[in-house]
């Protein structure tokens, strides 16, 4: 999408192959909202001499709001993002919607590096498989400056999996800014940080449960002080 305002309703994508955004491409100029959509077996997959990979259902570098919508089996081998990518300076929204099963070199459900904002949704059985290097949030991963509206709330993140890396759920890396409130981290698996992986301290977490979850060291939350 080049341009907007554009509202996509009710919606089954699936299958698609790019090397960013196997599904959906929203450019810097962009305005998308996603309406009860189905983003399902599609894939960021590497081409020769060409940039990174990211998104296997949506590369997102404008704006855009989800709602209500699907992510299924999405996957961006060795890239970030395996449904969703949303790039520097890029805002997104997402809510009542669900992100299960997908996923990536790090971010197995969602990589973001912009504005990132998540209600009422769940984040559930994604895998960071750690190809083309480390393996960094099975469910969400938070790089880059981000900002104050770096926001889950009410929302369930479980099951996800960073096979041999950090952050089973969440991991918050470099110099991004996280708030979780009022939401369920659990049964999510890494070798470091189960639930939470945060090396910097710039991360609110309330009236969150964290539970279950599994690591070799700090199986609930791994930041300095904690």
């Given at each position: ?19 960013q955004g196997g599904g959906l491409l929203n450019d810097a100029s962009g305005n998308v909202q ?193």
């Amino acid at each position: 999408v080049l341009a907007g305002p554009v509202t996509i309703e009710d919606m089954k994508i699936v299958d698609g192959v790019a090397l960013q955004g196997g599904g959906l491409l929203n450019d810097a100029s962009g305005n998308v909202q996603l309406v009860r959509c189905k983003f399902d077996g599609n894939s960021a997959e590497f081409r020769p001499g060409t940039g990174p990979i990211l998104g296997g259902a949506l590369y997102n570098r404008g704006q855009m709001t989800v709602l209500r919508s699907e992510f299924t089996n999405n996957s961006a081998w060795s890239g970030s993002g395996g449904a969703i990518t949303n790039e520097n300076l890029a805002q997104i929204t997402i809510e009542d919607s669900v992100i299960v099963g997908n996923s990536a070199g790090s971010g197995g459900g969602i990589a973001n590096a912009g504005s990132f904002t998540m209600r009422r949704s769940t984040v559930s059985s994604n895998q960071a498989l750690g190809s083309g290097g480390p393996a960094y949030g099975g469910g969400l991963l938070f790089t880059g400056p981000g900002g104050p509206s770096n926001l889950i709330e009410n929302s369930t993140v479980s099951g996800n999996d960073a096979i041999g890396g950090n952050g089973g759920g969440i991991t918050n890396y470099f110099s991004s800014t996280l708030q979780v409130r009022n939401s369920t981290i659990t049964a999510n698996m890494a070798s470091l940080g189960g639930g939470v992986a945060s090396p910097v301290t710039n991360i609110s977490i309330q009236n969150t449960i964290i539970a279950n979850n599994t690591a070799m060291i700090a199986a609930a939350t791994q930041r300095p002080g904690w």
